[in-house]
């Protein structure tokens, strides 16, 4: 393996294993589910190999999972975990003490559709549902995505004191084999050096965290996280610069533009549909529209402010959910709509319900939608998100 | 890009021939980008893998829709709604004893039989029949080339491996002979 990696074959849910590996993780509590599984029997696999040494720990529930990640983070260990969908769900109660007591986990969701009905299928309603428990989150678009993303973000969560979710979508990151480079121990090594914990809990020196406070000092913790994910919005442009020097690879912080430069019409959109999207723009470009893609990496902490940079003056934002809130729409598309709200130069906004339940959306899908959208007019006013 | 569309029933080995296959074009320098359906796959229901190669970074995310290519691994399966999913000049091939002839396709589809539980029997393989159907489809196909395909099913098959070799090239000289 040179400093510059090894080019393989993985999944996303292996990349993510790989990645792990390689942040040498002390703790890492999971509990098996679909579309998760493969992320910790690879990680079972390099433990079993000797190629981690980790310990590796399976209690009877996720709730269980992330409250071991969460006291293990507080002694200072550093501690990656994984889950998707139910399992993420029957964490929420402790994902708001996981950022409550600043912990430092690292956990990869697999977004997957939320029971009932009972499905396997991509969809991103299960993390966003937890936008406002204090977890900064990722969404990735590839396996080599998800793999940069999970050693990025140890830097980012050790560096705040704040844990980081990846999200990755079922079937298409998390089961798909494709052409991933595997960088260097060295290159990682140079990148994350062991977690140093600015506060610790340890037997030998007692004291408790997230006892009973008073008002003002709960205020004042919101406040903390609050100026945490401030930091943690100029921390991950900073990492990713650092690490596309050390891997060679262009890697992005809170946003990514793609053909952008003239573009009157721009999608914004989140993970695997990027992809996608990216064919459509070409497509599009080639019959003469002026249009370019805005990927939203960072949801939390959102990066508003590069929102309104980035889109100002466009004519119009057209913004892809592969999620849905019940009773308003699109959740991307009201964070997209709030943040652009009221500007000099605002564009329309519109919103599509694009792929909710893992629905396949094709780049001719795309197309068409963006054809027949049809000049500026009195609909891209519209509140509510239209389903594609 | 070349999409690829392997279908079969659980625990025949369709997935396992996807993954084969995507290892090999990776192996002879492509980029791939390979998945298969899963969730309710178990043992005996339609299960299918897909594979798109291409000489550049793949970045769709979406279904194969309409694939250039279709290996079949069981002739019950070829009904209409798995042809919707492949082009009309799309290249067929399928495990069956009956001919080419006996399947009525639209377009300029062409079909391609090959007996895989005989080749499979006759190299003591029982009923895995995914290294001899590889075969045929590596040769209709003309890609990947033999030798990466059976360097690829020499390093990762765990069991029967000269066997599952010798399937594989028997597979490989039927389907030279009929495409």
């Given at each position: 393996m040179n400093a510059a990696g090894q080019r393989t074959l993985l999944t996303g849910n292996q990349a993510v294993a790989w990645a792990v590996r390689l942040c040498r993780p002390q703790v890492i509590p999971v509990y098996p589910i679909t579309p998760q599984t493969p992320i910790l029997e690879q990680i079972s696999a390099f433990s079993a190999a000797g190629e981690m040494t980790a310990e590796i720990l399976t209690p009877e529930s996720e709730h269980s999972a992330i409250a071991a990640s969460i006291a293990a983070s507080l002694t200072g260990a550093r501690v990656f975990t994984a889950t998707s969908s139910q399992g993420l769900l029957l964490m929420h109660e402790l994902l708001h003490w996981a950022a409550g007591v600043r912990s430092a986990v690292v956990m990869c969701n697999v977004n997957r559709t939320v029971a009932s009905p009972w499905g396997f299928w991509p969809d991103q309603t299960d993390s966003l549902a937890q936008r406002d428990t204090g977890w900064i989150q990722w969404y990735t678009e590839s396996a080599q995505e998800s793999l940069d993303a999970v050693i990025m973000a140890f830097r980012l969560a050790e560096g705040v004191n704040l844990p980081v979710m990846i999200c990755h979508d079922a079937f298409?990151?998390?089961h798909a084999l494709e052409t991933v480079i595997v960088p260097g121990q060295a290159a990682v090594d140079r990148f994350l050096p062991a977690y140093s914990p600015r506060f610790n809990i340890d037997p030998a020196a007692a004291r408790s965290v997230g006892s009973n406070v008073d008002q003002t000092t709960y205020r004042r913790a919101r406040k903390d996280i609050g100026a945490a994910m401030t930091e943690a919005g100029v921390m991950t442009d900073a990492i990713a610069a650092e690490w596309s020097g050390l891997t060679g690879r262009d890697q992005h912080g809170a946003v990514e533009i793609y053909r952008?430069?003239?573009?009157e019409q721009v999608f914004v959109t989140m993970g695997s549909l990027c992809g996608t999207v990216r064919e459509a723009v070409d497509s599009l470009r080639g019959q003469g529209h002026r249009i370019g893609l805005l990927k939203v990496?960072?949801?939390?902490?959102?990066?508003g402010d590069q929102l309104r940079g980035l889109l100002r003056g466009r004519e119009r934002v057209m913004v892809l959910d592969r999620n849905y809130s019940p009773g308003n729409g699109g959740i991307l598309h009201q964070e997209a709509r709030a943040a652009l709200?009221?500007?000099?130069g605002q564009p329309a906004v519109l919103g599509y319900l694009a792929g909710v339940g893992g629905v396949n959306v094709t780049p001719a899908d795309l197309v068409r939608m963006a054809i027949e959208?049809?000049?500026?007019?009195?609909?891209?006013?519209?509140?509510t998100s239209v389903w594609l | 890009m070349r999409e690829i569309l392997i279908v079969g029933r659980g625990g025949q080995g369709a997935q396992t021939a996807g993954n084969l296959l995507a290892q090999a074009f990776f192996s002879a320098g492509q980029y791939v980008q390979s998945f298969a359906t899963y969730g309710?796959?178990?043992?005996g229901t339609p299960v299918s893998s897909t594979i798109r190669v291409d000489a550049r970074p793949i970045r769709l995310r979406c279904?194969?829709?309409?694939?250039d290519a279709l290996l079949c691994f069981?002739?019950?399966?070829?009904?209409q709604a798995l042809l919707n999913?492949?082009?009309?000049e799309a290249l067929i091939v399928v495990n069956s004893?009956?001919?080419?002839?006996e399947f009525a396709v639209a377009g300029e589809r062409r079909v391609y039989t090959i007996d895989g539980f005989k080749l499979a029997e006759a190299h003591n393989l029982?009923?895995?029949i995914n290294s001899a159907l590889l075969g045929a489809f590596c040769a209709a196909l003309r890609d990947p080339p033999a030798e990466v395909m059976s360097r690829t099913i020499s390093e990762t098959t765990p069991d029967r491996r000269p066997e599952n070799l010798a399937a594989f090239h028997a597979g490989f000289r039927t389907g030279e002979g009929i495409a």
């Open positions: 298409y990151v998390s952008c430069e003239d573009a990496r960072q949801f939390r902490p959102f990066p709200y009221g500007m000099q959208s049809g000049p500026v007019g009195q609909d891209d006013n519209k509140f | 309710g796959a178990r043992r279904d194969v829709t309409q694939a069981d002739a019950s399966l070829l009904d999913r492949t082009r009309p004893v009956r001919s080419p002839e029982g009923r895995f």
